[in-house]
């Protein structure tokens, strides 16, 4: 049997036996295809919303320091990056579907995997570098203008919320996204394995 070119759907409706763990299957990963076009929409929303009160604040405040607006800039820029990858990496997760032949099918599944990675470490990192200099530019202009313990008051708890979000809550999103993108392809790799057995 070649199972490089068995359609996992032509496998689900000819093996009766098979059908729970395969609809499973796919009834998960049709859950992981929404839940992060769902995540991705939000995200994107909320950077668009972000952007407009931001750029009304540049507008009406009208920040009268360079620093000041290049932080502007470059918040508006780790957003806009952000966005615009992982809007078209969601490509990828449109071309899965259950009429392709297996081997196809966990190529696919790699090829989001590997895509996912490159989001969570390269293009994260460039968002919260590029996130955490504006925020510290656009800050310079109002902290010089406190006092010396209130400004680095304000610095300290900003730094620690990054710190947070660094070491805390993206490592958490992050295994979270990897471990359920994990267990669907381990278990289609599974059913490979089941098949070359027969």
Excluded: H
């Excluded at 990054?162 to 790799?189: A, C, G």
């Amino acid at each position: 049997m070649d199972t490089d070119k068995i359609n996992f759907n032509e496998l689900w409706s000819g093996q009766k036996a098979e059908q729970p763990a395969l609809k499973d299957l796919f009834v998960k990963m049709n859950n992981f295809k929404k839940a992060n076009r769902k995540r991705i929409i939000v995200t994107n929303v909320l950077f668009l919303l972000t952007s407009i009160f931001i750029l009304c604040i540049w507008y009406f405040c009208q920040p009268q320091l360079l620093t000041t607006k290049i932080g502007i800039t470059f918040i508006l820029l780790a957003m806009a990056i952000f966005a615009i990858s992982s809007t078209n990496n969601s490509g990828l997760l449109k071309k899965t579907n259950e009429a392709e032949s297996n081997q196809k099918f966990l190529t696919n599944l790699l090829a989001i995997k590997e895509k996912q990675q490159f989001m969570q470490t390269t293009m994260l990192n460039i968002y919260f570098v590029l996130l955490s200099t504006g925020i510290a530019l656009y800050m310079a202009e109002y902290t010089s203008r406190m006092t010396t313990f209130w400004a680095v008051f304000a610095y300290g708890i900003t730094g620690l919320w990054i710190l947070f979000n660094w070491f805390y809550v993206r490592p958490k999103q992050i295994k979270k996204q990897q471990s359920k993108l994990k267990e669907i392809i381990r278990k289609f790799e599974d059913l490979q394995t089941q098949l070359n057995q027969e």
